[in-house]
Each structure stands twice: as structure tokens, then as C-alpha cells.
């Protein structure tokens, strides 16, 4: 019987579900439970989920099979249509702030305002008049797609957040050693079917984008390229290995086919990183902002030898990173691997207990 007070984090993501529970010790979390299952193919597009009843029973099934009983989710919000950006704002009270947020935002928010969910919070002063306030918006449909897909599963909905919020968390807020109020750190997660890059500086969300192009679209790259079958293609991708790139011989015809498309994602990455020095330039002219690290995580960051490649290619350091790598976040033992895939559901895991700390 699950405790009453008992929750799961649940990312729902376009080619598998994580579940993890997870619970407080004296040094940090422990990851106790993890769940894993795909996704029913072609239920969730950008975000989207389309058949929450169909999602919402393998959730079930999943947490059945790895003995999981909560009655509570937390979950996030995906896809190209969610926005996270800190913006100025006219100086004014909380009260006044709840009243204009959904008005004020829709200068910055790109969907329609009334078909999206907002959220902000003040995180900073701009001079004498101004205020930074950290934007979050996700459309109504997503959110309350996810919301139906978890009561199908049988729980009730306690947090909705956006994914990013929750990697960061796991990954590197809560890690003192990453000094994340101090530093500034692209964050980008790499999924199935599409890529978040998040720009953090001093724990400040300066930008987020969410691109089309992630795993799959490499795995699809070989797929075509060789008349291969999914499976094969995938196979074949799980044994390429980038490094090879770089030592200066010649590239084997499958790491051609992946190359090209992944220079296409660090010309992007690239250009978040542009966006950063002109924002920062622009607000003043003497300030340019050094990047302290990149961190990969997500599925398709497994890709051997990634976090290399794009080093030597954006000429910063670049780190495949998993929730075992934060050293406040343990395990009771039987996952394997540094949860290079776990970062989203552990991150939401932790997420009530900062309310309970
Ligand atoms: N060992 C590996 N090497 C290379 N790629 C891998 C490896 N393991 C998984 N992947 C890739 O990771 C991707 C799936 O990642 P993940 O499970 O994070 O996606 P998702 O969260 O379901 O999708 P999304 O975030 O787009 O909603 C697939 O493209 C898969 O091929
Ligand atoms: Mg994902």
C-alpha cells in the first residue's frame, strides 16, 4: 500500500517514460525506485500528449512492474512551444505581479496567451525601475495532457514544472561543487525527438530554446542513408564513436552521415552561446561573459564521445553528466550507469522536498 504522502516524478518523455522515487537522507536524495518503459509509439508529439488514457496505462504497468506505489505525480512540460526567460518587468508588488502577469507576458510569450499556463517569479532588481522576473509559460493542452495521463495511472498531479527546471535541479543546483549561483552553464539535454538548451547564469535563466533535432533525428539520418531497419540503425549508432573524429583519420561512412547532421546542432549551440555575449553586451557595453561549462544530458548525449566532439568544436568545456555524478544524489544499488537519462524524473523526484525541507 502506498503512504499516503508517497509521490513519483514522472518524465513523459516522446520515446520512453521515467518514474523515479526517491527520498530525503542526511546528505542529499536517494534514488530508491526507478521505472522505466517506452513510450506507446506516436502518442506524444512536441510535447503533445495525444492519448493520455493509452500513456497512462503503461505508466501504471511500469510502476506495477518495478513495485512503485505513490499516490502522487510530480511531472514537467516539453516541446517547442514552452517558454522560460528572466525579463525586465516594471518594478511592482506580488500582488500587482499576479494581476499583469499573464498582460506583461504576452509581449514575450510567442504562443497565444490565453491558451497557456504562466508562471513568474521575481529573481533580481534592474536598476531603479525595473525587475527580473523569470517567465515560465507552457501551453494549456500539453500541461493538461499530462495532468489526464497521470489520473489515468491512477495519481493525482501534485507539481507541474517545465523540464529544464528539473535537470537543472538534479544536475547542478544542487550540487555545491558546480558553484551554480556564481557560474554561467549551458545546460542541454538531449532527447529523442528534440534537444532543450537552457543558458544559466548565476542560477539565472538568460535563455531556453528547444530544437527539432535530437537522437532519433541521427538514428533516422543513418536509417536512410542506409536502408537500414530502426533497430539496426539504432544498433549501429549505439557504436559509432566520435572521438574518432578527432584523432585526425579518416571518418568511417556512418560517422560522415552522423557528423554533418551534429555540426548542425553545434552551429545552434553556437548560436546560443552569441546570444548570450550580445545580450550581455548590450546591457552593458564592457561586460562579456565567460561560459564555465556545458553540460549534456538525456538519452542521445550517450552518444560515444559527444561531449568531446563539441568541445574541441565550441572551445569550451563540454561534460556528459548523470544524476550519480552529483555527489548529494545516491542509490540503494542495481542502476547501472550515471542516470545520464535519469535527470528529468530525479529532478522532479526532489522537487517536494525542498517544500518539506
Ligand atoms: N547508448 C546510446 N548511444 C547513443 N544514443 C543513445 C544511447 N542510448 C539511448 N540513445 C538515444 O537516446 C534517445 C532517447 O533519449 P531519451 O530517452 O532521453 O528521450 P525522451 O526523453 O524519450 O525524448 P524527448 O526528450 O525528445 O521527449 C534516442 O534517440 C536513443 O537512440
Ligand atoms: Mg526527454
Not at 18 to 46: F, L, S
Not at 229 to 247: F, I, N, P, Y
Not at 260 to 273: A, G, N, V
Request: net charge negative; aromatic share 6%; proline share 3%.
Amino acid at each position: 500500500m502506498a503512504n499516503k504522502n508517497s509521490y513519483v516524478g514522472i518524465d513523459i518523455g516522446h520515446m520512453n517514460i521515467r518514474i523515479v522515487q526517491a527520498e530525503k537522507t542526511a546528505a542529499g536524495v536517494r534514488v530508491a525506485k526507478v521505472a522505466e518503459t517506452a513510450t506507446p509509439v506516436d502518442t506524444i508529439r512536441d510535447g503533445l500528449v495525444r492519448d493520455p488514457e493509452q500513456v497512462g496505462l503503461a505508466i501504471k504497468q511500469a510502476m506495477k512492474d518495478a513495485h512503485i506505489h505513490a499516490h502522487y505525480a510530480v511531472i514537467a512540460a516539453s516541446g517547442g512551444a514552452v517558454f522560460v526567460r528572466s525579463v525586465p518587468f516594471p518594478k511592482m508588488n506580488t500582488q500587482m505581479l499576479r494581476e499583469s502577469i499573464r498582460f506583461e507576458a504576452s509581449r514575450y510569450v510567442p504562443g497565444s496567451i490565453e491558451e497557456s499556463y504562466v508562471e513568474g517569479e521575481v529573481v533580481g532588481n534592474l536598476g531603479e525601475s525595473q525587475m527580473n522576473v523569470l517567465l515560465a509559460a507552457a501551453p494549456k493542452d500539453v500541461v493538461d495532457g499530462r495532468i489526464a495521463t497521470c489520473n489515468a495511472a491512477g495519481l493525482d498531479v501534485k507539481v507541474v514544472e517545465i523540464e529544464t527546471f528539473a535537470t537543472y535541479r538534479a544536475l547542478l543546483e544542487s550540487d555545491t561543487s558546480k558553484q551554480a549561483s556564481s557560474k554561467t552553464y549551458i545546460l542541454v539535454d538531449i532527447g529523442a525527438s528534440s534537444t532543450t538548451v537552457s543558458v544559466i547564469e548565476s542560477g539565472i535563466y538568460v535563455m531556453h530554446r528547444s530544437m527539432p533535432t535530437a537522437g532519433n533525428t541521427w538514428t533516422d539520418g543513418l536509417k536512410s542513408a542506409f536502408k537500414l531497419e530502426s533497430v539496426d540503425a539504432e544498433a549501429g549508432k549505439r557504436a559509432l564513436d566520435l572521438s574518432e573524429c578527432l584523432t585526425g583519420g579518416s571518418e568511417s561512412p556512418p560517422l560522415k552521415v552522423i557528423i554533418t547532421q551534429i555540426d548542425e546542432l553545434i552551429r545552434e549551440l553556437r548560436r546560443s552561446m552569441n546570444y548570450l555575449q550580445t545580450q550581455n553586451h548590450a546591457s552593458d557595453s564592457s561586460r562579456s561573459t565567460e561560459i564555465d561549462g556545458m553540460y549534456l544530458c538525456g538519452g542521445g548525449a550517450k552518444l560515444k564521445g559527444l561531449d568531446q566532439y563539441i568541445q574541441a568544436k565550441l572551445g569550451i568545456p563540454v561534460t556528459t553528466i548523470g544524476v550519480f555524478d552529483n555527489p548529494i544524489v545516491t542509490q540503494f544499488g542495481g542502476i547501472t550507469g550515471s542516470g545520464v537519462d535519469l535527470a528529468v524524473a530525479t529532478g522532479l523526484a526532489m522537487r517536494p522536498m525542498l517544500s518539506a525541507a
